[in-house]
Structure formats: structure tokens, C-alpha cells
């Protein structure tokens, strides 16, 4: 008999209720025992959503980060952090964050504390749009166990009859994403990380625990002979634990790695099988007859239905073969998907028919498995369902647009070209806008008030008039221009109060995108995004942003930068159609940003920002893939910005990724500016020029807007040198890493007035 498990459920709640309940605790709005009170009430519910599986897991649940979570659980917190004392949680949320909200406002002699803490650098979680908290590691780091979160979820789940599967991030990607702050060798504090695990799994074993899920999702990326040896050391040590390890892979196929996951000393292996069908016969094949092989059949990072006939054509002979040591799952953690497509009552009805959110795949999962148990004919009525709205999919006009399609195959092979090069653009755009040394800017995006947020909901409910609504946004967008103004800034952005989301604003105004209400993901922490939905062909009806920039613009003499997301960001971040190439679908986003680049330009704005942020995660997790992925995508980049005069000067804008292996790429994009975060991670992208000459002018972000904390003006001053160090001061801009929308006025200010003060500092010399 098949086994059905999950590998991980959305954690922030089908309302977000995690995310106003953190939010809430943050600002000291109430207390921790409410905050703790609610993750206990979500994982009740979601243990109880997920009551059909055989197997269900348990400590998928966080607070912030499941890695952060990790490192709590290991002990390996940052000495900036723990010596502080206090609160478990405050001390989760310093490392998390920057600072907790009682350390915000305490008092006394400690002014370490009144100070605040450098929060703990954060990346994207492999290919996806989540964020985690880096592990920092040095030669002497020790690790001592804390079994305590584990061991709670784990007996309140056995309270709750729950058949509980504990989840863990293994020891190998564990320290694979960590980083060595002095340099070290990663690998050495392998054996006494290995310590730390065998005593957990025997803690989990005590408390009742059989099977225990450890992801190693490092095994789908290139791993040189030390890595590969890693593993066997780890799962050579942890063979004799009292459960038994089901090893989970996912996001990428194994290739040259399935040899050496197959053979490991663990009772199960689990394959994302919705990106690595070719690894199903290899492993068959290789994987012993005692061990358990968990597929991964239901796509967990996308939003389309799954074609279960089809999933059953090539399943049903692995089920002949594997009997009851075959388990079925999703592909990965359902944390990357909304929650319950049932919530979505205005969603288009034809697109809705179409998709598939966590609740709805873990159905599919049973329609799977009950196919296999009793036979198709058990399940003929989903499964005819099923066939027919795929077709249906597949028919529909609206996804298929013959017009989008001519114009995107008549593009030119040199469409992406600037007329100059950038020395001559560069000299050009100096004599139009006349900026001083070390120009100062934003990112975009200025913080949003609860009273902004509310017109706009109430204007999207019909419940107040377009020209009201226009009114409301335009005295926010003059205050935003004023008080740059006042600050010294010398490029100013119009703030966004008009905009819900970088990618759904846009997505919103371009035919052949769909929209959730409560299509929730995290992205980090509290913070969560509601990707648009890409289901058919794109373009641009009109113009989306001209008017709004034009008027601010009008309220100063300053530079005013249009604020666009690229092609390539509008493709990574939305749920995009999966019948054809993702490239094809982002050279149809090119175009119609490219529509509204050329309309800013002729409406007289000679400065357009064009954010790239999701350029590094769409990345293939194999090198080998690098080149074709990076081909299109600075193609895309270049296709939508690259038509306007040499006077008119592009940005472009990345965040919270590791771009210093692909800084030939980026320079590939020919943007005249590039921000770029830099602050949380030390300057460590600076790393990149000493082996790349990037030949055009950049920003490096010295203001670090995911915390609370106010960066100082001669941190920023010393920052700014360390830049200038490798690259010269005349191409140097200075401004924040992202943008400040979700910070408060009282803290952006401060931070930004600090900022404009450093760059006076620099200029003086």
C-alpha cells in the first residue's frame, strides 16, 4: 500500500494570521504568550488540514526561518546576539531581524542594547523567493543542542493524534549555506556538528519519533569531491540512530549525485520528481530492497493542477515494483505555495479551474494514492474532472494570443542594444542632470501607512470615487517628494503609494495575468507576497505608470526616477504558466515594460529605474545551466531598457542574493546604474571586483532597510571607503539596499538624513 507524507505546510495561516501576530509582538502591541499562543493554534489547524496523510510533518513550524530555527537547535547563534541575555525569543528575533521590539525600547546602563544588533545576513533559499538567515560560522565555533522547539511541537502533535514526522535541515546543507566569517573551513566543523545531530535524533527517537525527515536539498547543486565525501561521513555516523531517516532532496534533479543519495545509510530517499523524471528509472534500479522511495509528484512551487492521469501512466509500474515501500508527496515544502484556493471567491472562474494551492494538492496526492490502492476506476469522476479542465486549459483563447506571439518572434537579434557605449552615455547623462559626487537616492518605494493602505483597499471595494482616490495618492506622492526634498536627496523617486506589490501592480495592468485575494506566500519573516498569477500570453493595453511619475516630477526641480520591475523579476516572482518556455513568457514581459520605458522617456523622465531583483534566484541550480538561463534573461533586461536615448539613464536594482558569481552577467546588462544590496552582508559583493572590471556606475546599499536599527553616519562613511577602494569614487552611489517600504516614517527618515549626511562627508574628502 502507498504511503502519502508531506514534506512541509504554509506556516503563515490561510488569513496571515502569523504574520499580524509577529507584527503585532514586534511593536509591543501584545505580549509573547499571545504570539506563542497563535503558533500553537496554526499548527493544530494545519496538522488537522493535513489528517489524511500517513505521515505528517512536524517542525516545519517557525516563527521566522526554519534554517534560524536550525541554528537555534544546534546552538549556533552570534556571540552579538546571546550575550545580551534575556528572552529566548528576543534573542531569535535580534538575530532575525536586527533587534526585538523590548530591546527597541529598553533603558538603563546598557547601551550595548539601546544600540540595537546587527541582524544576521540574509539570501534566497535556494531557487525560490524565500529568504533564510545565514548560519555564521568561524573555526571555533562550538554547537550545543536545544531540542526544546522540536520536542514541544512534537508532543503537541502526538497530543493532537497526530502520525508525526519531525523535519530537520540536514547537516550538510546546513553548513554548505552557512558562511565562514574568518575564512575557515566549513567542512571541519563537520565532526562536531555530527555530534549535535546524533544527539537530536536520539532526543526525537525518546520522545516517540520513528521516521525523521532530513532535508538535504544541497544534493540537486554541483558538489566537488569534498562535499560528495561529507555526506558519507554524516550518514555513515548517523546510521545507528533510534529512527529511521527518510533523506529529502527537491528543487533539481540529482544526475551525477543519485549514485551517491542512493547508496547512503538511510532508510528512505525522496526525489522531486516534478523536475528530475529522468532520476526515477537510476534510482529504482540502484536503491536496496529494504529502503523506502518517497517520489515527489505534485509540483510544490507551482500553482497549475497536476495531470494525475498522466502522473499514473509512468507511476502505476514504480508502484508494481516498490509495493509498500513507495511513498507519495509533493515535491517539496508547501510554504512556497498560497494556502486554500477555496478562500479565492473572485477569482476569475475559467483561471481558478486551472489551479491547484496547498490544500488542493494534498487532495490531488489522495486522488493519486487511492488510484494506486484500489485502481483508476475508484477515482473516475476526479480524474475525469481532472483531464477536462487541463484540456479545457489548453483550448482556452484567452492563453494564446497570435499577435503577442508574431511581435515576439520579429525582435531583432541586436534589439537589446544601446545606440553608445557607456563612457559616452555616461558623459551625457553628467551634463543633463548635473549630480555631485556620491549622488544619493532610494530604491523606490517610501513606507506605506495604514491610512494609504486603507484608501486603497477602499478604493479596490469601489467604496471610494476614482478622483478621491487620486487625491489621497497624490498628496502622499507631493509629501514624499517634499520631504526627500528637505532630506538633500539628489535623485527622488514618487514614493509608490499607488502600488499593492512591486510585481502584482503591473501584473494588474497587463493582459494575461491573473489575481488572488489571499494567495499569501512568505517571502521572509512577516513579510509576504501574493505572486500574480501568468497564464497566458502578456502585453500592455496602456501606459501604467506615466501619469503618476509625470506629476511628481512636476512638484520638483530634481531628477525624478520612473520606477519599473524587470521582465525578469515579473517572471520569477509570479506563479508563470507552465506550457511553454519561461524565456518565451519573459521576452513578452520585455516588450511591455519596454512600452512603458519609451513612454517615460517621452514624457520627459530622464532618469528610469528598472528593477532586476529576482535576477540571481531564477539561476539553474547546476553551472552547466548558468549560461542558457543568463542568455535570455539579460536579453529580456536589455530588450525592455535598452531603447531610449544615450541621456536617458537606467537603473536597475537586485537585492539579497549572492551575485558575485554572476557579476559578467550583470555587467552583460549594460544598465547605467546598478543598487545592489550590500549592508547586511558586509561589503562581501566588493569581493567580485577584484577578478571583474565592472565597467558602469553602482550603488552598493549602506542602508540595511529589513531592521529597525538606524544606521550612523560614519558606519556609512566607512562603507562607502571600503567601496571606493576597488571601485572609482566618480561612479559611486549612495542609497539603502531595498526599498523602505516596510519601514516607518520615524525610522526612514533618520536613516536617510544620515545617509545624505555621509555622502557630504565623502564629497569633503
Known sequence: MVTTHNLGFPRIGAGRELKFALESYWKGGSPRTALEDLGAALRRRHWASQAALD????????????????????????????RLGGDALDTYFRVARGRSAPDAACGGEDADCCAGIAAGEMTKWFNTNYHYIVPELAADTGFR?????????????????????????????????????????RLGLLPRLLAVYASLLDALASAGATWVQIDEPVLATDLDADWRHA?????????????????????????????????LPVAGLHLDVTVGRDDILPVCNLLSSHKVLSLGVIDGRNVWKTDLNAVLDWLEPVARQFGSRLWIAPSCSLLHVPVDLECEEELDPEVKSW?????????????????????????????????????????????????????????????????????????????????????????????????????????????????????????????????????????????????????????????????SRHGWVQSYGSRCVKPPILFGDVHRPKAMTVDWIRYAQSRTTRPMKGMLTGPVTMCNWSFVRDDQ????????????????????????????????????????????????????????????????????????????????????????????????????????????????????????????????????????????????????AERLWVNPDCGLKTRRWEEALPALANMVAAAKVLRAG
Open 581 to 728: 518556455p519561461r524565456s518565451a513568457s519573459c521576452r513578452q514581459l520585455a516588450l511591455a515594460i519596454r512600452d512603458e520605458v519609451l513612454d517615460l522617456e517621452a514624457a520627459g523622465i530622464r532618469v528610469i529605474q528598472i528593477d532586476e531583483a529576482a535576477l540571481r534566484e531564477g539561476l539553474p541550480l547546476r553551472r552547466a545551466e548558468w549560461d542558457g538561463y543568463l542568455d535570455w534573461a539579460v536579453a529580456s533586461f536589455r530588450i525592455a531598457a535598452n531603447g531610449v536615448r544615450d541621456e536617458t539613464q537606467i537603473h536597475t536594482h537586485m537585492c539579497y542574493s549572492e551575485f558575485n558569481d554572476i557579476i559578467a552577467a550583470i555587467a552583460r546588462m549594460d544598465a547605467d546604474v546598478i543598487t545592489i544590496e550590500t549592508a547586511r552582508s558586509d561589503m562581501e559583493l566588493l569581493d567580485a571586483f577584484e577578478d571583474v572590471a565592472y565597467p558602469n556606475a553602482i550603488g552598493p546599499g549602506v542602508y540595511d532597510i529589513h531592521t529597525p536599527n538606524v544606521p550612523a553616519t560614519d558606519q556609512i562613511v566607512a562603507a562607502m571607503r571600503k567601496a571606493a577602494a576597488r571601485i572609482p
Open 355 to 515: 489551479l491547484a494551492f496547498a490544500l488542493q494538492k494534498l487532495d490531488e496526492l489522495q486522488v493519486l494514492a487511492r488510484a494506486l490502492r484500489e485502481g483508476r476506476e475508484a477515482v473516475r469522476v476526479e480524474l475525469d474532472a481532472n483531464r477536462a479542465a487541463l484540456a479545457a486549459r489548453r483550448r482556452s483563447p484567452r492563453v494564446h494570443d497570435p499577435a503577442v506571439q508574431a511581435r515576439g518572434a520579429a525582435i531583432p537579434s541586436q534589439g537589446g542594444a544601446r545606440a553608445s557605449p557607456h563612457a559616452v552615455r555616461a558623459a551625457r547623462q553628467a551634463a543633463l542632470l548635473n549630480l555631485p559626487a556620491y549622488p544619493t537616492t532610494t530604491i523606490g518605494s517610501f513606507p506605506q501607512t495604514a491610512e494609504i493602505r486603507r484608501v486603497r483597499s477602499e478604493f479596490r471595494a469601489g467604496r471610494v470615487a476614482a478622483a478621491a482616490y487620486r487625491k489621497a495618492m497624490e498628496d502622499e506622492i507631493a509629501r514624499c517628494v517634499r520631504e526627500q526634498e528637505a532630506l538633500g536627496l539628489d535623485v527622488l523617486v514618487h514614493g509608490e503609494p499607488e502600488r499593492n506589490d512591486m510585481v502584482e501592480y503591473f501584473g494588474e495592468q497587463l493582459e494575461g495575468f491573473a489575481f
Open 231 to 263: 555526506f558519507h561521513e554524516a550518514y555513515h555516523a548517523l546510521k545507528s540512530a533510534r529512527v529511521k531517516l527518510l533523506l529529502a532532496t527537491y528543487f533539481g534533479p540529482l544526475r551525477e549525485n543519485l549514485y551517491l543519495a542512493a547508496t
Open 55 to 82: 505521515w505528517v510533518p512536524v517542525g516545519d513550524f517557525s516563527f521566522y526561518d526554519q534554517m534560524l530555527d536550525m541554528s537555534v537547535t544546534l546552538g549556533n547563534l552570534p556571540e552579538r546576539a546571546r
Open 145 to 185: 543542542l536545544d531540542p526544546s522547539r522540536l520536542l514541544g511541537q512534537l508532543a503537541e502533535s502526538r497530543a493532537a493524534g497526530v502520525n508525526a514526522k519531525p523535519v530537520l535541515i540536514g547537516p550538510v546543507t546546513y553548513l554548505a549555506l552557512a558562511k565562514a566569517k574568518d575564512g575557515s573551513d
